[in-house]
């Protein structure tokens, strides 16, 4: 089975910090991606990568950045936490030409 | 504009009720079609999907989806809803040309009364 591992379940930050959230998958997949979910809007993507050190933006990637050094592991960065960032965090990945997408688990962030 | 939209935020249905849950897209050409679910503090798992070939397409645990070209739409089924079902249902496409780029509805939150 495909596993995604997200590095916190829950994660409570304060205003300005820098935030890092891990997402590591087991599988060797290309394609890795950074959502937010927030209620009555489902899941906007924040940024994708298709390969190491590639680097995608996706829908709303302002106050996002990620890094992608290995190709398990997908960093989203939060350079200074606000709280309109607080929200659930999912980590998802595919095969190269596979539309399907395995999640993690998320991380429920929330910035006070 | 490009949209997927889910009309109904909860349905509340009985256990032992057959389910409907409505999926619309706005694409010019037939874009690649899923349905998600997520359980209470869990990830999304995929329950079926849609590329190309016979629009009834068979999922994980008892559900269906037909896509309807004319209508534009990707509706859920499920003939007999069990207490286990009680989770928020997604629909997602990926727009022909779209590179892998999911593109997701708003979802809907699915109770079951026993």
């Known amino acids: 089975d495909v596993k995604v591992t997200q590095s916190s379940r829950y994660l409570v930050k304060r205003t300005g910090e820098k935030v890092f959230l891990e997402c590591v998958q087991d599988?060797?997949?290309?394609?890795m991606f950074w959502y937010r979910q927030d209620p009555g809007l489902g899941l906007r993507l924040i940024y994708f990568?298709?390969?190491?050190?590639?680097?995608e933006k996706g829908d709303i990637p302002e106050g996002y950045s990620v890094s992608r050094e290995k190709k398990e592991r997908f960093s989203l960065i939060l350079e200074s936490a606000s709280t309109n960032q607080t929200s659930m965090y999912l980590c998802?990945?595919?095969?190269?030409?596979?539309?399907?997408?395995?999640f993690g688990p998320g991380t429920r962030l929330t910035v006070t | 504009a490009q949209s997927v939209t889910q009309p109904d935020i909860h349905i509340t249905v009985s256990e032992g009720a057959s389910l409907e849950l409505r999926c619309n897209y706005s694409?010019?050409?037939?874009?690649?079609l899923f349905w998600y679910v997520q359980s209470p503090g869990q990830g999304l798992q995929l329950l079926l999907k849609?590329?190309?070939?016979?629009?009834l397409v068979q999922g994980i645990k008892g559900f269906e989806a037909e896509f309807k070209r004319s209508q534009s739409s990707f509706n859920l089924r499920k003939p007999s809803v069990h207490w286990s079902d009680a989770a928020e249902y997604f629909c997602?496409?990926?727009?022909?040309?779209?590179?892998?780029?999911?593109?997701f509805g708003a979802g809907t939150r699915l109770a079951v009364h026993p």
């Open positions: 998802a990945s595919s095969f190269g030409p596979s539309y399907e997408q395995y």
């Open positions: 599988m060797d997949h290309e394609n």
């Open positions: 990568s298709y390969d190491v050190k590639m680097k």
């Open positions: 694409y010019g050409a037939t874009p690649y």
């Open positions: 849609y590329f190309s070939g016979d629009t």
């Open positions: 997602a496409v990926v727009p022909s040309g779209g590179y892998n780029k999911l593109i």
